[in-house]
């Protein structure tokens, strides 16, 4: 045997060992590289969009608000942010818009699309969430979705959060986000892919009373960014958040027993089907960075779903 292959014998476990940490991180990688699956379904396209107007109202900050050709544009500055709200109630329903968010620092700034009964049960409401988290300028936006169930105003408000970056940069043109909200489940979508569901499993953990829908942009600054570590930096006002599409495909409040909202899936049994939850699964495999159910800090026997 000649004298140099002694060491090249030696180095063979450590070589294959390299070669095999590679090879993991290659199919990580490839696995994220091939893109989401197709959900192969879109529930957008089964409700009509309605207009500003046909389907909502200004709330507060009339002079943050401009509509103009079909969208709207809301924004926050340091005298004041802006929000509008559903000319009726809903009791279950798909409920989306398409939303283009402001780049660069943004920070402590919320911008919003949601469903919540606060006005009516003040103290003790409801509601489904879907927040952009603002940030800074080296970091992507934080979607966070969460629901509420008869929570308080002050202060024990128990929050179901998941957290995710997206596939693609929200600010660089207008993306479709929803809520479907049925009496089993509450699904939210990013462009027709389900990135969350949250099911029905007691009367305790699910809302049910009728709900308004939402829109907001505001300063929220004392927990936003990396739990408050960045507040809004208002020599980057205005805060822009632009809304159009709107979708309100709901049972109201006070309409028909009979009323069913969409089917999330083409089969319409209201149940995501597999290609979905293929591809929501790949969503949270690969972008979902902060679960409550997963949160060692949480108290969880106050949220006996997890």
Not at 206 to 223: K, L, N
């Amino acid at each position: 045997m000649a004298w140099y292959s002694v060491p090249f014998l030696f180095c063979l476990p450590f070589m294959a060992s390299i070669f095999y940490i590679f090879l993991a991180f290659s199919m990580i990688s490839s696995s994220n590289a091939q893109g989401l699956p197709s959900p192969g379904y879109s529930p957008s396209s089964r409700v009509s969009s309605v207009t500003f107007n046909q389907g909502f109202r200004t709330l507060w900050g009339l002079q943050h608000q401009i509509l103009d050709q079909g969208s709207l544009t809301i924004w926050l500055d340091k005298s004041s942010g802006s929000g509008f709200k559903s000319l009726q109630p809903y009791q279950s329903g798909y409920f989306g818009a398409a939303m283009k968010l402001q780049p660069g620092y943004t920070a402590g700034v919320i911008t919003s699309f949601y469903l919540s009964n606060s006005e009516d049960h003040p103290g003790n409401h409801d509601e489904i969430d879907i927040e952009f988290l603002g940030t800074t300028p080296d970091k992507p936006y934080t979607l966070q979705t969460n629901v509420y169930i008869r929570g308080s105003g002050d202060g024990n408000i128990i929050g179901r959060e998941q957290k995710i970056h997206l596939w693609f940069d929200p600010t660089q043109d207008y993306h479709n986000y929803a809520i479907l909200w049925t009496s089993t489940e509450i699904i939210f979508f990013a462009d027709d892919v389900p990135i969350r569901r949250y099911q029905r499993k007691s009367e305790a953990t699910f809302p049910t009373r009728p709900m308004w829908v939402y829109g907001s942009i505001w300063d929220a600054s004392s927990w936003a960014t990396e739990n408050g570590r960045y507040k809004a930096d208002y020599s980057y006002q205005p805060f822009v958040g632009r809304y159009r599409n709107f979708k309100l495909g709901g049972c109201t409040a006070n309409g028909p027993g009979s009323c069913r909202p969409p089917s999330a899936s083409p089969s319409g049994s209201g149940s995501l089907s597999q290609q979905q939850v293929m591809a929501m699964n790949w969503v949270q495999r690969n972008y979902l960075v902060y679960d409550y159910c997963h949160d060692p800090k949480r108290d969880h026997t106050q949220t006996p779903e997890c």
